[in-house]
């Protein structure tokens, strides 16, 4: 359970003028682009990325961001001159150092030392600081203590993703995916195929479509080393998940925005394969897009290739999660990925492969993949 401040009187006049800052923000925004991919002649398939990385704050985590500040605000848990603190890889932190600041409040990042120095110098940029631990799944417990030391709050994204959003509709991401598709071939996307980190947005989809009665099937992707799969195939006795080496996405803990009954198929990809896609993609089209896009990317290529087998026509529609800008010195540079030991070449043919004529290779593929029960 995340810690709480003890109740005090509220001062509704602070605490009002914040929502409407964080409103008017939301008022500014219009909505992100929805980009249909240019592919080969041939293709009955179409795919689609909705670019989050058009925010304000460059990434999908814009949107969560808003809606943990408006979600602590009107709970009472926010005052004016509340430290704020937060366990993260990185995006959301940024974003949130952005809200931070626009309402004059103190920020403290709690991440892992191996975050990438682009996104650390985003978060300083917002007026924010970082800590960071060796232990990526030390972040949840060194947050709470700095909360306390602080007479802070810890604004738990893992927590509260899930409940912040509201899933129904308020122009949520799931809502405007179906809004842009109104007038495309397919309109009712086949598959929508999202990452997994604090699992909220794959919440928010997973109830939409099904509040909706869609007909949409949710992929989600998982990184290696992320308990998201094992828990949702059950099979996390014994496992000891080390933690996810693709920022953005997977976990060492299933963590409780995580709602595996709205899933209706995850896949697990390897870290080559979403360093491979990621670079793909600004190859064939020019995109530029972080490694938690990539994984997300592989999938789809890997959905729409059993599409094409069994002889079905859609659509899919993934999403553009950040700029590759971001990651400059890590996953763009040959370097950084070879001392990982990502050998990307098999995974780029695989993609050119299928790419080109819509047959995946299957012999490399982290199969990892169920169907949900």
Known sequence: MTDRRPPRPTDRAWTDEAVRKLRADANRSADTHLI??????????????KDESTHPTGSLKHRLARSLFLYALCNGYIHEGTTIIEASSGSTAVSEAHFARMLGLPFVAVMHRDTSPEKIHLIEQEGGSCHLVDDP?????VSRELALEYDG?????????????????????????????????????????????????????????????HATQLCVVDPEGSAFLPGFLGELDGYRPCGSRIEGIGRPRVE?????????????????????????????????????????????????????????????????????????????????AGERGWVLEPYLEVLERAWETGVWAEEVWSEGAAEAR
Not at 137 to 141: C, K, P, R
Not at 285 to 308: H, I, K, N, Q
Request: charged share 20%; proline share 5%.
């Open 256 to 336: 409780p925005s995580f709602i595996p009954g709205v899933v209706d198929r995850m896949c697990g990809v390897p870290d080559a394969a979403s360093v491979a896609a990621m670079r793909f993609l600004g190859e064939r089209t020019g995109l530029s897009c972080g490694p938690s896009t990539g994984t997300s990317l592989y999938a789809v290529l890997r959905l729409a290739c059993e599409m094409r087998a069994a002889g079905e026509v859609g659509s899919i529609v993934t999403l553009l999660c950040d700029d590759g800008s971001r990651y400059a010195d890590t996953y763009c540079c040959d370097e950084w």
């Open 36 to 49: 249909k991919l240019d592919l080969p002649a041939g293709w009955d398939v179409d795919i689609y990325l």
């Open 137 to 141: 799944s030390a972040v949840y417990d």
């Open 153 to 213: 709050y810890f604004i738990d994204q893992f927590t509260y993703a899930e409940r912040a959003t509201d899933w129904r509709g308020n122009n949520n991401i799931a809502e405007s995916i179906f809004h842009q598709m109104e007038l495309e071939p397919h309109p009712v996307p086949s598959w929508i195929v999202v990452g997994a980190g604090t699992g909220g947005t794959s919440a928010t989809i997973g109830r939409y479509v099904r509040y909706r009665g």
